[in-house]
Each structure stands twice: as C-alpha cells, then as structure tokens.
C-alpha cells in the first residue's frame, strides 16, 4: 500500500488544528474574523504543525503570531507562515544571540512576546510532541508563567511537560482547555495524572490507519479504553437455557460490627448488577441490616463462582471476617479482594483475582512487600508505574481506583477508564463497585475485562445518578439497572 506523503500528513494535522482553534475562538469571542492567536512553537514537528495552522489562520482573517522558543522552527512551516503575513519572536533565551529570524518584529522581544500574549484569545501549544523529554525547562517554564489566567490553551498532539508513554509530570505542564491528537490517542491522553492537563481531546483522522494497524499487529496497545459498544459487548446478557447458577452466584465477605453499610451497599451492587444469586458471610448484625434491605440475599456459606472480600472488613477483628477472607482466597475461585483484605493477601494469589485499591492502600501494599517507603503522594504522582509493580509482586490484576481509573494485569495489559463525575467521591463508592465487579466475575469475565467495564459502567451509573449535583453510594446502585439497559439498547 502507497505511504502518504509526510508533507500530505502536516497538511491535514494543521488543518484540524485549525478548526479546534477556530472553534475555540468562536466560543471565546463570538467570531473567529478579528481574534488574536499566539502560537508557542518548539523546534519539531509540533511546532510545525502549529505554523502551518497559523498560516491557515492568517487567511481567515485572525491575528496570528508566532513565539519560537528553540531558535529554529521547521522551516517549510515557519516560511508559509510568515508568507501568510503571520509574525514571530525569538524567545532572548533560545535566540542566545542570535539574529531573529527573517520576516520577524524587531525590537525587544520580552516586551513584544509579553504583549502578544496578554491579548491572546487562545493560545496554541506547539512547544514539545511525543519525542521530547517531559517537563519544561526554566526558560519555558517562565514563558508558560506568563500566560493569562482563563485564556484557552490549545495543545498540539499532547499537553507539553507530561511523560508521552507514563503520563506522569515530573515538572511544570502547560495545561490545555483542548488537545487535538492526531492519528490515535497518545498513552498520556488516557493516563492519570497527565490526562487532567488534556482537556477536552480530540482525534484527528490524518491517514495514520494502514501504518498503525501495521504497528498494532500482533501486540496490544499501550493503553485502552472502552467505549459503550465494547461495553455492550461485554456485559453478560442471559439466554433462555440459564437458571441463577449459570448467571453466576457472588459471595460477599463484607462489613462487621461497625462497618455494617459496606455490607448492604457490596450485597445490593451486586443484585443490582444481574447476579443469578447473592450470598452474604458475616456476623448477625450486618447480616441482619443486609436481609432486611435485599431480601433476595441469601445468608451463610454455599455455592458460589466469585467473591467479593473486604469492604468494611477489618483485617484484625475477631469477627471471623478475616479467616472467612483467607478462605475465599485459598480457595482458587475468582475473587475481587478489596479494603481491608487487601492485608489479607497471601504472597503470591492463586486464580483469576481483582485488587481494586485506592491510592492510600495500593501505597501500603507495596511498602508492605518491600517496595520501600511507598506514600500515597508516590502513587498519585506515578499512578501506571505503581500499578504495574502491584500486579507484579501479586500475580494480581489491579484496579487502580481515581478520577481515572486504571486496570493493569501481570502481563502487562493496561485500560484506563474516566466515566465518573467528581462526585462519586464519596463514602460507599468503592463498596458499590466492589459487588458489581463481583457479579461480572461471576458471569466468567476475566479480572481484566471484569474490572475495566466494571469502573466504566459504575461511572456512568454515578453520572446518571448525579446529573451534575451531589450522591450518595446507594443512588450509584439505584442507577445500575437503567444504566446498563442504556448501554444494551443502544449499542
């Protein structure tokens, strides 16, 4: 198959790029005609993309001007830029001396970068792609300091400063209102905590298909996350043959004498997510709280195809919970282990098992496996590479719970998923999607696949259920049912 031509790529990256800029334009001002524009642009590709955008900017009647901080630019765009009639700055620190380049202003150019960019409308961040090295230096750091409060910021393949491959952000980050992508979405546009720099992201088709199917052949990607038709795809849908036991039976191994809601919310996430049948082990009074709020839960040890362990549990009580944990984990039979089991872990876990920490309690796993002085700040900052070394030292995979949640299994497979508002911040939260990852697993979904549309179907439930304004964990379990029947109608 022919290759398209580098220039032909450049060409229909800038032109969505341009559009992303107009558009933002048109929202800030009411008209594009007549705004003003200032292009940060470093010396690769992302800042010729950036230039060649410009030059298409010019001719639709925007003030367009141009601050290179490499002293140098791609060449071809910075000629069709100026040729516009577009005009650029040398940063003092990147020119070192240097002349400016040909067709630029003349003058001091602090004075002239710092007015340009106090009557930006939008400010367009061509300054590093996916080749360069994250973080910005002092010089750029300073120039990013400079920019206005509130004024868009349009990023160019990615936000520069983040980790292309990790997203982690090891110094300043140029934080985008919108990143147009090109091709496929970069790791760092899926991964926390550098997808909160991203902004709104939009992937911009360029021709890339034929060579990234070529690329993708017989690997998996990076990073992935599913959309409402894998989502459909894989929710279990009973046939006609099933009866309770072949939907799946959820064992819960939740609460105790104080925290008796972690049971009922685990137990009623699990109903309401499809089990065939729920079973509840506990003491009598959290087994008591459970019977009267689901009735359909069925109380005592029995049959079960999946557990769900440790919400509300306290790995030292003497309630029998603990050793009720232990067994379900020897037991080989797929088990979310969440909360306080998570201490209950033996070294190495047998069978398909689902850790599904927060940052606070993936951070005292590892420190409690030899990984050091591991805090939870450690785990914000660098969420993939903490998740990673879990799944490693268990022989678990790992739901990584945040505003972007992350499942990464031994062998290396990543998918983030960011469905929830900011409200599902809340207490009982983690308990609701402990019981639906449970009923999933008890269906036959593998941990991987169990954990990723779990997270993505509990954050579109708390969605439904917020409708922008506060929640509580049991409006999440109330809002299962029409949340899943979304998905399978319209899918």
């Known amino acids: 198959m022919e290759e398209v031509p580098e220039g032909a790529l450049m060409q229909r990256a800038a032109a969505g790029l341009a559009t992303a800029v107009l558009e933002e334009l048109r929202s800030a001002r009411g008209r594009a005609y007549g705004g003003r524009v200032v292009l940060l642009v470093g010396a690769g590709s992302n800042g010729g993309d950036a230039l060649w955008a410009?030059?298409?900017?010019?001719?639709?009647?925007?003030?367009?001007?141009?601050?290179?901080?490499?002293?140098?630019?791609?060449?071809?765009?910075?000629?069709?830029?100026?040729?516009?009639?577009?005009?650029?700055?040398?940063?003092?620190?990147?020119?070192?001396?240097?002349?400016?380049?040909?067709?630029?202003?003349?003058g001091d150019p602090a004075t002239l970068i710092t007015e340009a960019l106090r009557g930006a409308d939008v400010v367009v961040d061509?300054?590093?792609?996916?080749?360069?090295?994250?973080?910005?230096?002092?010089?750029?750091?300073?120039?990013?300091?400079r920019l206005p409060d509130g004024v868009p910021v349009v990023a160019v393949d990615l936000p520069s400063g983040v980790d292309p491959d990790t997203g982690e952000c090891p110094g300043p980050v140029l934080r985008a209102t919108r990143t147009v992508t090109f091709g496929t979405a970069k790791p760092c546009l899926l991964l926390p905590p550098s997808d909160r720099a991203a902004g709104r992201v939009d992937v911009v088709d360029i021709g890339l298909g034929p060579a990234l199917d070529r690329a993708l052949a017989g690997r998996a990607p990076?990073?992935?996350?599913?959309?409402?038709?894998?989502?459909?795809?894989?929710?279990?849908?009973?046939?006609?043959?099933?009866?309770?036991?072949?939907?799946?039976?959820?064992?819960?191994?939740?609460?105790?004498?104080?925290?008796?809601?972690?049971?009922?919310?685990?137990?009623?996430?699990?109903?309401?997510?499809?089990?065939?049948?729920?079973?509840?082990?506990?003491?009598?009074?959290?087994?008591?709280r459970v019977r009267a709020r689901w009735p359909e839960v069925v109380p005592g040890e029995g049959r079960v195809q999946a557990w769900v362990l440790g919400p509300g549990v306290d790995p030292d009580a003497g309630d029998g919970q603990p050793d009720a944990v232990r067994g379900a984990?020897?037991?080989?039979?797929?088990?979310?282990?969440?909360?306080?089991?998570?201490?209950?872990?033996?070294?190495?876990?047998?069978?398909?098992?689902?850790?599904?920490?927060?940052?606070?309690?993936?951070?005292?796993?590892?420190?409690?496996?030899?990984?050091?002085?591991?805090?939870?700040?450690?785990?914000?900052?660098?969420?993939?590479?903490?998740?990673?070394?879990?799944?490693?030292?268990?022989?678990?995979?790992?739901?990584?719970?945040?505003?972007?949640?992350?499942?990464?299994?031994?062998d290396g497979r990543v998918r983030?998923?960011?469905?929830?508002?900011?409200?599902?911040?809340?207490?009982?939260?983690?308990?609701?999607?402990?019981?639906?990852?449970?009923?999933?697993?008890?269906a036959g979904l593998e941990p991987l696949?169990?954990?990723?549309?779990?997270?993505?179907?509990?954050?579109?439930?708390?969605?439904?259920?917020?409708?922008?304004?506060?929640?509580?964990?049991?409006?999440?379990?109330?809002?299962?049912?029409a949340t899943v029947v979304d998905l399978l109608t319209s899918s």
Not at 126 to 142: E, H
Not at 353 to 376: D, F, I, K, W
Not at 424 to 442: E, F, H, K, P, W
Not at 453 to 474: K, T
């Open 54 to 106: 410009g030059a298409r900017l010019l001719r639709r009647g925007v003030r367009v001007e141009a601050v290179l901080v490499a002293g140098r630019a791609h060449e071809e765009g910075l000629a069709a830029f100026l040729g516009a009639g577009g005009r650029s700055y040398s940063t003092p620190v990147s020119s070192r001396g240097s002349p400016a380049p040909i067709g630029s202003s003349r």
């Open 126 to 145: 061509g300054l590093l792609g996916i080749g360069g090295r994250p973080g910005l230096g002092d010089d750029v750091a300073a120039l990013v300091d």
């Open 222 to 288: 990076a990073v992935e996350r599913l959309e409402s038709v894998d989502l459909a795809a894989a929710w279990p849908v009973p046939g006609a043959g099933d009866d309770k036991y072949r939907r799946g039976v959820v064992g819960v191994v939740a609460g105790g004498h104080l925290y008796t809601g972690a049971a009922v919310l685990a137990c009623g996430a699990a109903v309401r997510s499809g089990a065939g049948m729920v079973r509840y082990v506990g003491p009598q009074e959290p087994t008591d």
């Open 329 to 410: 984990l020897a037991s080989g039979l797929p088990c979310v282990v969440d909360a306080g089991a998570l201490a209950l872990l033996p070294d190495r876990v047998e069978g398909p098992v689902l850790l599904t920490p927060h940052a606070g309690e993936l951070a005292r796993l590892l420190a409690a496996r030899g990984g050091g002085a591991v805090e939870r700040p450690d785990v914000e900052s660098a969420p993939l590479r903490h998740a990673r070394r879990a799944a490693e030292l268990t022989g678990a995979t790992v739901l990584l719970k945040g505003a972007t949640t992350l499942v990464v299994t031994p």
């Open 416 to 442: 983030s998923q960011a469905d929830a508002p900011h409200w599902m911040a809340t207490a009982g939260s983690g308990d609701v999607l402990a019981g639906l990852a449970g009923a999933l697993l008890a």
């Open 449 to 481: 696949d169990a954990g990723s549309v779990a997270a993505a179907v509990h954050g579109r439930a708390g969605r439904r259920a917020s409708g922008g304004g506060p929640i509580a964990a049991d409006d999440v379990i109330a809002a299962l049912r």
